[in-house]
């Protein structure tokens, strides 16, 4: 072939098309694949940048001046780096999100990293004997963990180790002190896939429910299986199942998690399953590991990959199942990048490419999925028994009533008088408040001025630990004031409650408690993270207070009591999400109580009991919420019964943006003319001001998808011919999980 076509790696709308590169007659012969990754002089100095062939002919399109083809320089990896199917994934993608072909291959394939040698770890069997490696294992601690990790031999970046492991790099070296490891440096790690050894059957005699729910799966009947399992019914156990039939099928599956479940508890159970055929991908790994492990992934040395939403893009080209676990987690859709995918979407377009199954499990299914299994497009499968245990007894208190009754304090005098008794009675307690700092309001006893951000309309937040007021939009952090800025009165107030808050009132009223506490303030170190969890394991604490980071995944077999501080917390974010979102996590947080053989007992506080969402939590009933939640969506014309696009305008200049979103409503009115889009007045944004820009949003709703895309599309692009948009952004969002 004379000529290739080629996307190149620059993510401008305006070339956003496919460019035809001759091949030269040295590279005739090695570059033959489609999907090749090349280098190309691109605009008019030349500049070599990389771009990928997707597809070959002998005679140039017609209407191109053959003069102005360019040759293709180089090839940079002898194999293709995306499959035809992904390719035309890739161009699925461009449509369905209104992006840039380019970005859209860029997000499938990882960055090219020159290849280079790794530290790595192995045991040194010629010199330690096996009595040395037997007793360490038998400890059950992180020294253990590591050596069954290399027992079956070979060489492995110390990397790797940290990041199945979750782990630092003490008990490595600890061991590396006592020389039954050793170091070395090494190229690229190669696992070895060995089918026949990685598949250890866990034991288990699986219960009725996850029988029928792994046939249901490996049945595959076309659609996407919607698995809604309560809390400990066992879907892991499950994912388990359908992971090993696939690799006895010689097929691979993806699993993906929310990143903040990617525990070490929870990597843990896949890699004693099936060994080193499982990788795993977070959000902190580099690109050299990124890469590395997309190599293993593509020449099938590893069979199974579990990671956050980017782990979709695994390219495993005999991929037999995609389970997405938590399939409610707004982490799914990627709202702040090009393309604004969501990983649930891309599944499903993978099974129809590729036809393998997709599970979508949780013990709260989102209201979208719900409603899809409800109108046949899911098959909907059920397990609503705990595997060996009743669910948690729910208790509610209205703090009104506690209010009436004197009591002023944070915690109803149930919940105290039960944290009281777990205490005496050794056992743990989670306490759960979704919100950090200390006080999240602070103003003047004299003039009410409330302390805010300079660069954010946001009040600030105080922090106990080294007493500054802090913005949780941009980081600014200042000293606390001694005066009131506006009237220098010397009385300053704190209210709200945060995270930090609950532990001071814990050891107040309990001085004798070991606490700890989980929030983004707490685990801003690499792996604190694992830390706090471990200890709280190793019962090094009687109680843990955190944020959402507590509520999922967690498996801990002394909880048996959890406190919900604030339950209607997220009743007030004025968002049509709300209730769905109090819902999952008062579900998700109770089912941290009682996982093992103790019952557990949950207190969820609220000052609205009388709210559906809270009501149904309580009673473990989300028919319930889900058929209220429904009629509301139904009556308020809310997703999934018509969709609404988000428009955000935002820049430094509040007068530039104000006059922008105000062109763009005019222009969406004159182009709506038979008023088939119901378009909202501009409004500034939840929050209208954040690092100094200010932010304005306009609404648009319709029922037909791909009508309403292509008017918001067409009207900002006549937007952008009408006035100049270089210092304002303007971000659209289809059906976003927050309004904004
Ligand atoms: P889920 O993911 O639905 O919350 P898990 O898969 O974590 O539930 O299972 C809950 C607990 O029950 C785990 O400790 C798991 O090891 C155990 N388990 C799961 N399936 C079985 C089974 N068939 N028999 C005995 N124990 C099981
Ligand atoms: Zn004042
Ligand atoms: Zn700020």
């Known amino acids: 072939m004379k000529y290739a076509a080629v996307v190149i790696s620059i993510t401008a709308k305006a070339l956003d098309h496919v460019f035809s590169y001759a091949i030269p007659d040295r590279l005739q012969s090695r570059l033959n694949k489609k999907g090749m990754r090349v280098s190309i002089p691109f605009g008019k100095g030349n500049r070599q940048i990389e771009g990928y062939v997707i597809g070959f002919a002998d005679s140039l399109p017609e209407g191109i001046d053959i003069s102005k083809i360019k040759e293709i320089s180089d090839i940079l990896e002898q194999y293709p780096v995306i499959s035809e199917k992904r390719i035309a994934l890739a161009y699925w993608m461009q449509t369905e999100y209104y992006s840039t072909l380019s970005d859209c291959m860029q997000c499938i394939i990882p960055k090219k990293v020159k290849s280079k040698t790794y530290k790595c770890a192995y045991i040194d069997f010629e010199n330690v004997d096996i009595k040395a490696i037997d007793e360490i294992i038998a400890k059950n601690n992180k020294q253990s963990r590591v050596l069954r990790f290399l027992i079956d031999g070979g060489s492995v970046p110390i990397s790797h180790i940290r990041g199945f492991l979750g782990i630092d790099t003490a008990p490595i070296n600890a061991l590396v002190k006592k020389g039954i490891v050793k170091t070395e440096e090494n190229e690229v790690y190669r696992g070895n896939y060995n089918t026949a050894r990685a598949v250890k059957n866990s034991g288990f005699e699986l219960t009725d429910e996850q029988k029928a729910a792994v046939e249901a799966i490996l049945e595959n009947d076309g659609r996407p299986v919607l698995l809604k399992g309560v809390t400990g019914s066992g879907k892991t156990e499950v994912y388990l199942r359908v992971i090993e039939k696939m690799i006895e099928r010689g097929k691979q599956s993806i699993v993906l998690v929310p990143e903040i479940s990617l525990t070490p508890q929870t990597v843990d159970r896949f890699i004693s399953r099936f060994g080193d055929t499982v990788a795993v991908t977070h959000s902190r790994m580099s690109d050299g590991e990124r890469y590395d492990q997309w190599r293993r992934a593509a020449s099938s040395e590893i069979a199974v990959m579990i990671g956050p939403r980017s782990a979709v893009f695994t390219p495993f080209e005999n991929i037999g199942a995609i389970i997405i676990d938590e399939e409610h987690e707004s982490a799914y859709k990627a709202d702040q990048q090009s393309p604004k995918y969501d990983a649930r979407e891309i599944a499903l377009k993978l099974s129809e490419l590729y036809g393998c199954t997709v599970v979508l499990g949780s013990a709260t299914p989102s209201v979208v999925s719900y409603h899809k299994a409800e109108a046949g497009a899911y098959r909907l499968v059920e397990m609503k028994k705990r595997v060996n245990l009743s669910p948690p007894e729910m208790i509610v208190t209205d703090m009104r009533e506690e209010l009436a009754a004197g009591n002023r304090g944070i915690f109803g005098r149930d919940l105290k008088e039960a944290i009281k008794r777990n205490l005496d009675e050794k056992k743990q307690t989670i306490l759960f408040l979704n919100r950090r700092g200390h006080s999240t309001f602070v103003s003047c006893r004299s003039c009410g001025h409330v302390m805010t951000c300079e660069n ?17 939009y941009c980081g600014a952090s200042v000293a606390i004031p001694e005066k009131c800025p506006e009237c220098g009165s010397e009385y300053i107030r704190y209210f709200g409650v945060g995270t930090q808050r609950i532990e001071q009132e814990v050891i107040r009223h309990f001085p004798q408690a070991r606490v700890l506490r989980m929030d983004a303030d707490t685990t801003r170190e690499k792996n604190s993270h694992t830390e706090i969890l471990d200890r709280f394991r190793e019962h090094d604490a009687d109680i843990l207070i955190g944020t959402q980071m507590i509520a999922k995944g967690l498996d801990f077999p002394d909880v048996t009591l959890v ?12 968002d049509y999400h709300s209730g769905e979102i109090t819902y999952q996590l008062i579900t998700q947080v109770a089912g941290r109580a009682g996982r093992a053989e103790k019952p557990g007992r949950v207190f969820v506080q609220t000052y609205c009991p009388e709210h559906y969402s809270i009501q149904a939590a309580v009673n473990g009933n989300y028919e319930s919420f889900y058929e209220q939640e429904r009629e509301f969506r139904r009556i308020m014309r809310y997703p999934p019964f018509t969709n609404i696009f988000f428009v955000l305008v935002s820049g430094e200049d509040e007068k530039k943006v104000y006059r922008v979103i105000m062109t763009l409503h005019e222009i969406m009115r004159r182009y709506n003319k038979k008023g088939d889009f119901e378009l909202f007045a501009p409004t500034p944004a939840v929050i209208s001001k954040i690092k100094r820009k ?9 029922d037909d998808t791909d009508r309403l895309k292509k008017y918001v599309l067409y009207t900002i692009e006549k937007l952008g011919a009408h006035m100049p948009l270089d210092d304002v952004s303007v971000n659209i969002s289809l059906n976003p999980n927050y309004s904004f």
């Open 456 to 472: 954010c309309n946001v009040n600030y937040t105080y922090h106990e630990y080294n007493r500054s007021l802090m913005c949780h």
């Open 694 to 702: 200010y932010r304005y949003r306009m609404m648009v709703r319709a």
């Open 563 to 574: 406190g919900i501080i604030a339950a209607d917390l997220s009743l007030n974010l004025n």
